[in-house]
């Protein structure tokens, strides 16, 4: 990987670093979430607006659902392309 510079201080400060493989996003990002999910199994997250409670081990996996067949909009709505 190759060198980034990161600004602190309210952009007064700059530091070369070197970059890393982001996690933020993607399967390792996903590796993290479950993690974490094991770590605080028994902390209590609220739900449904503050209004109810449960524990965190007990919150569903998330899912990607396929967008084969689906259409999106181009040229100003004008016009549409079947994703594969």
């Known amino acids: 990987m190759g060198k980034i510079t990161k600004v ?10 070197d970059s890393e493989e982001a996690n933020w996003s993607g399967e390792k990002f ?19 607006r503050g209004t109810g409670k449960r524990k965190l081990k007990d919150t569903p996996e998330t ?9 999106v909009s181009m ?7 079947k994703l594969d």
Not at 30 to 48: I, L, M, P
């Open 75 to 81: 040229g100003r709505g004008t016009g549409r392309r």
């Open 63 to 71: 899912t990607k659902t396929s967008t084969k067949g689906h259409y």
């Open 30 to 48: 996903k590796e993290y979430q479950k993690k974490v999910k094991e770590k605080a199994g028994d902390e209590y997250v609220s739900s449904g």
């Open 8 to 17: 602190g201080g309210r952009g007064t400060s700059k530091r070369q670093v």
